[in-house]
């Protein structure tokens, strides 16, 4: 059985706590809240663990069953209060890492580690697809933090021989997320289409992102550990097709039979512009073709029209 580790129940690490117990994974959740109530749920043939704590701190006790992988899906803050805190973004997120890091080192040298990047804050927006050998130009604390997490993930895997990875993860949706996190394209537009209320569209709307539902997002992580292939420090996890935000806007509009009226908000570097990632180093290492942006986006309105916590709104 395939043993893994998750360090962070939020929005991603709870998906693939599920994903990896669906394949019959023996899986570890490592975090000090449970927010989608990841312990309670049907594990199917596989299994869920939760290990109440702080960082890495319960790791030796995870590693003591022996792990194949682990994955940072914590760490920091997220980018719309990075940018108040960067100081407290950067050493949440590098802590972790670093702490993680000589954890494995020293108890279990062999156990593969994976971190998830960004490739939204880390790469600047440009016409051609992003490869993950051109250089990064992070325009946010989150997006720095991120990139020097990268960093120190290469430093283990060249000074000490550490398997480490970092996966650089594009506009990920498939859930209802808080809006006080400040991220979620997607999420905010379900949220607008829901209440009413104004989406806050920053620039014309014609900028394009790539966007990848969190199921896509599950089935392509969780390939690459069981590939069993020597991984690249470095992959990108994306669709490879930019979309334009007010086409995410149309998207959400029809699949949820509602409007959705916009709001002009501060224009920012980070809004403006395309970004899409290359595939191609994904793709020689797994079978992957993701689904359409509306696919995913239809996919989501039937899952929060079948979630009876939000018929109040």
């Known amino acids: 059985m395939t043993r893994i580790t ?36 049907d594990p199917g043939p596989g299994e869920i ?19 194949d992988a682990i994955v940072i899906a914590a760490g920091g803050r997220f980018p719309l209060p990075s940018a108040t805190a960067p100081a407290a973004d950067a050493i949440g997120t590098l802590s ?11 108890l279990s040298p062999g156990t593969r580690i994976v971190f ?10 440009a016409d051609e697809l992003k490869r993950e050998s051109e250089p990064a130009e992070p325009t946010s604390p989150y997006g720095m933090s991120r990139r020097m997490g ?8 060249r000074v000490h021989g550490l398997s480490t990875h970092s996966l650089r993860c594009v506009n990920i949706y498939g859930r209802l997320l808080p809006r006080s996190r400040g991220q979620g394209v997607v999420s905010a537009a379900f949220w607008s289409a829901l209440t009413g209320r104004p989406f ?44 334009a935000i007010a086409e995410v806007l149309d998207a959400v509009s029809a699949a949820t039979g509602s409007p959705i009226t916009t709001a002009p908000g501060p224009d920012a570097r980070t809004d403006a512009g395309h970004l899409a990632v290359d595939l191609s180093v994904l793709r020689s290492l797994i079978d992957f073709e993701p689904r359409g942006l509306r696919a995913g986006i239809e996919l989501m309105a039937r899952d929060i029209a079948a979630d009876s916590s939000l018929q109040s709104l």
Do not use: K
């Open 96 to 106: 972790l890492v670093i702490d993680l890091c000589e954890t494995v080192r020293s």
């Open 49 to 67: 663990r939760f290990l109440s704590g702080e960082g890495a701190a319960p790791l030796p006790q995870a590693l003591e069953a022996g792990v």
């Open 150 to 157: 990268e960093e120190y993930m290469a430093y283990y895997r």
């Open 116 to 125: 998830l990047s960004s490739a939204g804050a880390v790469y600047a927006p």
């Open 6 to 41: 998750l360090i962070g129940a939020g929005f991603l690490g709870s998906a693939l706590t599920l994903g990896a117990a669906r394949r019959g994974w023996s899986t570890t959740v490592i975090s000090r809240s449970d927010p989608f109530a990841t312990q309670d749920a």
């Open 200 to 243: 806050t569209l920053h620039g014309n709307g014609r900028q394009s992102r790539d966007f990848l539902h969190v199921d896509d997002f599950v089935t392509a992580t969780l390939d690459l550990l069981a590939s069993g292939r020597d991984l690249p420090a470095t992959v990108n996890v994306g669709t490879g097709t930019g979309r």
